[in-house]
């Protein structure tokens, strides 16, 4: 049988662990919403790639070098009504997200489909991993029972993140990555955390939640899309509406000092947050609600994730 593997995400992370998975996989399927920008330029993107999808970019440098591979490159917003089409088949899923929506919804997936899932996430100088088993007992959800609101996450948009930390969570992924294709014992139900500053690192074991949602009760809800965002276009003039799937009050306070340094920022009478990245004009309201002119549903979803991190 043909061995496919699936990441999703070509930021920092999975720009550095998607060439290496090239070489050990038959069929590499890879999903990616974003765009490159000027931020991005740091680690694996270059100047020449400023513009072009990411997912598009990385296959591209693959098939330079790397023939016996296939890859199948997806630019889009990974959700509950296109997950099947994109994922079935895949016998791993790998998160390079930094997204908790997009990884609660990669967990249902891989529980109900039987898939094992590993889960990466790097930010300044740390960073996390953690291999779930087909069987997911235990999962993601286990691990990160609670949902987050908007804006209660950082991201590496405000806290940056060392090549160290994203180069020791992909190492990680791989290594896990190769005894699954490979039946040779992951560290099925464990978690690897580390801190590059301190040297601080270690393996724990994750405990399964006995009344978790997904795995204990296969109740799926962000497959079933109920906790998805409610994006729509207003009047087709690319400008985009953001209503969060759960109530929040933002800091805005905050968004605009983290934002300000990097951005063109203003608050407005306390109601209101506006932000400029690049062309892209982006009001963020106290509750979570946000109009934002972007190209694509995807881009405007992108650039929303980028600024509360959900
Ligand atoms: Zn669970």
Redesign the pocket.
């Known amino acids: 049988m043909k061995q496919k593997i699936s990441v999703v995400g070509c930021g920092s992370l999975g720009s550095l662990l998607i060439p290496k998975l090239a070489k050990i996989c038959a069929e590499l399927k890879i999903i990616d919403r974003d765009f490159v920008g000027g931020n991005n330029l740091r680690i694996f993107y270059k100047k020449k790639d400023l513009g072009k999808p990411k997912a598009i970019v990385i296959k591209s440098h693959i098939e330079k070098t790397n023939k016996s591979v296939e890859i199948k490159a997806i630019v889009d917003d990974l959700n509950s009504k296109n997950i099947c089409s994109y994922l079935n088949g895949s016998c791993l899923l790998i998160d390079c997200t930094d997204n908790m929506h997009t990884r609660y919804l990669l967990n249902d997936f891989s529980v109900k489909n039987r898939i094992p899932f590993i889960y990466g996430g790097a930010i300044s100088f740390e960073g996390m991993s953690a291999m779930f088993p087909p069987n997911?007992k235990?999962?993601f959800?286990?691990l990160f029972p609670k949902t987050l609101k908007p804006g209660s996450l950082e991201t590496c948009e405000t806290r940056g993140v060392s090549p160290d930390a994203v180069e020791k969570t992909a190492c990680y992924q791989f290594n896990q990555a190769v005894k699954v294709l490979e039946s040779k014992k992951p560290d099925f139900g464990k978690l690897f955390y580390f801190k590059c500053d301190n040297k601080k690192s270690g393996i724990a074991k994750i405990r399964?939640?006995g009344k978790?949602p997904?795995?204990?009760k296969h109740i799926y809800s962000f497959l079933a899309g109920k906790n998805e965002h409610d994006c729509i276009e207003l009047c087709g003039r690319g400008q985009w509406q953001i209503i969060p799937a759960r109530s929040c009050i933002l800091n805005l306070n905050r968004i605009k000092s983290e934002f300000g340094s990097k951005y063109k920022t203003k608050l407005i009478s306390g109601v209101l947050v506006h932000i400029e990245i690049q062309k892209n004009k982006i009001s963020i309201f106290k509750n979570g609600r946000a109009l934002i002119s972007a190209g694509t549903k995807a881009e405007a979803k992108s650039l929303y994730s980028r600024i509360l991190g959900d």
């Open positions: 997911g235990p999962c959800r286990c399964q939640n978790c997904a795995c204990a």
